[in-house]
């Protein structure tokens, strides 16, 4: 198989490129990711499907002609909840419900077998930039004073990341799950949503602390880290001054 039989591209990331060929999804990655990054990404599906979670099925690890990995999966036929909720947008809170109880879901599970949030965390800060030695020091000793029950973090949780077919609604793009605590999870979602709508985000937040039993104080003691974490990502979409601002901002990040 190679790169042109696929035809164009479902949908484009920031790590890879999404295809629809023969009734199954093909995750072709970028060139400049590590060659392992596929087998990787892989495991962390197959170990969340193996949770009971509602997760495409991993059919196969590839390499195409062109020497470009790639994973093939179960093609799930649907419209991703992101999409419902810019069609509908007076039933915010709706969606918001719907993807929070299944976020619940994944952080119910104990995780022992996949990456530990803390070392990506740590690998991600060491390597950001605009942040200084000093301040990247200060960074890490604060993710290595926070304690934890290791949970299953998804990593780049959002409504766009979740597909409604029928009655289900799936739960794709695992290339950033961890084992790790659950409320940094909650933050990176909380952070990704800020960058669209502050409205959304709080929205967010108050219903999953609501559901949970969570505090916000308790979650929001993530930002600088999650927020540093995110700046070595390089997100295009992403304004580093918005994320610098979050990891300077260490007073609201202490507030119960």
Not at 51 to 76: F, H, N, R, S, T
Request: hydrophobic share 40%; with cysteine; aromatic share 8%.
């Amino acid at each position: 198989m190679n790169l042109g039989d696929l035809g164009a591209p479902l949908a484009v990331g920031n790590t890879a490129k999404v295809y629809l060929f023969e009734n199954k999804i093909i995750k072709v990655f970028n060139d400049n990711l590590p060659y392992t990054e596929s087998m990787n990404e892989a495991n962390r599906q197959e170990y969340a499907y193996s949770c009971g979670l509602y997760v495409p099925k991993v059919l196969d690890v590839i390499k195409l002609e062109e020497d470009k990995q790639a994973i093939v999966m179960e093609y799930i036929k649907g419209e991703t909840i992101g999409n419902l909720l810019s069609d509908n947008p007076e039933q915010a809170e709706y969606y918001m419900n719907i993807s929070i109880d299944l976020q619940r879901k994944v952080h119910q599970n104990e995780a022992d077998s996949i990456d530990l949030m803390s070392e990506k965390l740590s690998r991600q800060i060491n390597s950001a930039p605009y942040l200084g030695d000093e301040l990247k020091s200060s960074l890490l000793d604060k993710l290595g004073s926070m304690v934890f029950e290791k949970r299953l973090c998804h990593g780049d949780f959002h409504l766009f990341n979740l597909i409604k077919s029928d009655d289900k609604v799936a739960i794709i793009d695992w290339g950033d799950a961890s084992a790790g605590d659950l409320r940094a999870d909650i933050y990176r979602t909380y952070l990704l949503y800020s960058q669209l709508s502050m409205d959304l985000a709080d929205m967010y937040l108050h219903l999953y602390c609501k559901k949970s039993g969570l505090s916000k104080g308790e979650i929001l003691k993530w930002a600088p880290i999650i927020a540093a974490a995110r700046l070595s990502e390089c997100v295009t979409t992403e304004r580093p001054e918005r994320l610098l601002d979050i990891v300077n901002d260490y007073p609201a990040t202490e507030v119960e």
